[in-house]
């Protein structure tokens, strides 16, 4: 079964930091790029981040650029997200999500989401 | 960035009735669109990529058109389990971008 599980959610104060894995299987997972795209309560989704298989392309969203990093192990089909200097609205279910083998195809695997919560 | 934006916010249908979605991009993006279908508490689910290439496994009561700037999602004969929210999303350019979502109710 093709899947993606997510982990490392959690509480943190604003200031700190988290970083959350996405473990792959039932796919061979280096040849893909990968999301995490994040919603927060009540809201609609934001893709925050993108790393491409080699992991040679990086995108971020202004909303965390230059506080979150996106890397991969593709030896252990895993997905990292670093999140560091974290803030109120960074409080948001996380999830991580597959591109689809065609470029510019949309998102056809995700996770079952993460939970952040940045609160003092 | 790309802005996405869906109309209606919110439509309130029957058992049986045809929908139809909206999504405007506020540039160009070819036919690199792709609709999600997100339920409480639940990961989205991708219907269709491209505007109109519907997902393996999707009922063919969901459809998609468009190109350029202006797409629609049509469902035909609304089932109960298609009560959700739906969302596009543009895939030509980074950062990736959603619409803000169609949340699709029981009347």
């Known amino acids: 079964e093709v899947q993606l599980v997510e982990s490392g959610g959690g509480l943190v104060q604003p200031g700190g930091s988290l970083r959350l894995s996405c473990a792959a299987s039932?796919?061979?997972?280096?040849?893909?790029?990968m999301n995490w795209v994040r919603q927060a309560p009540g809201k609609g989704l934001e893709c925050i981040s993108y790393l491409s298989g080699n992991s040679k392309t990086i995108y971020y969203a202004n909303s965390v650029k230059g506080r979150f990093t996106i890397s991969r192990d593709n030896a252990k089909n895993s997905l990292y997200l670093q999140m560091n200097s974290l803030r109120d609205e960074d409080t948001a279910v996380y999830y991580c999500?597959?591109?689809?083998?065609?470029?510019?195809?949309?998102?056809?695997?995700w996770g079952q989401g993460t939970t952040v919560t940045v609160s003092s | 960035d790309i802005q996405m934006t869906q109309s209606p916010s919110s439509v309130s249908a029957s058992v049986g009735d045809r929908v139809t979605i909206t999504c405007r991009a506020s540039?160009?993006?070819?036919?690199?669109l792709a609709w999600y279908q997100q339920k409480p508490g639940k990961a989205p689910k991708l219907l269709i990529s491209?505007?109109?290439s519907l997902q393996s496994g999707v009922p063919s009561r969901f459809s998609g058109s468009g190109s350029g700037t202006d797409f629609t999602l049509s469902i035909s004969s609304l089932q109960p389990e298609d009560f959700a929210t739906y969302y596009c999303q543009q895939a030509n350019s980074f950062p990736r971008t959603f619409g803000q979502g169609t949340k699709v109710e029981i009347k």
């Open positions: 491209a505007a109109s």
């Open positions: 999500a597959r591109n689809t083998a065609a470029p510019s195809g949309g998102m056809d695997v």
């Open positions: 039932g796919f061979t997972f280096s040849p893909y790029s």
């Open positions: 540039q160009g993006i070819s036919s690199w």
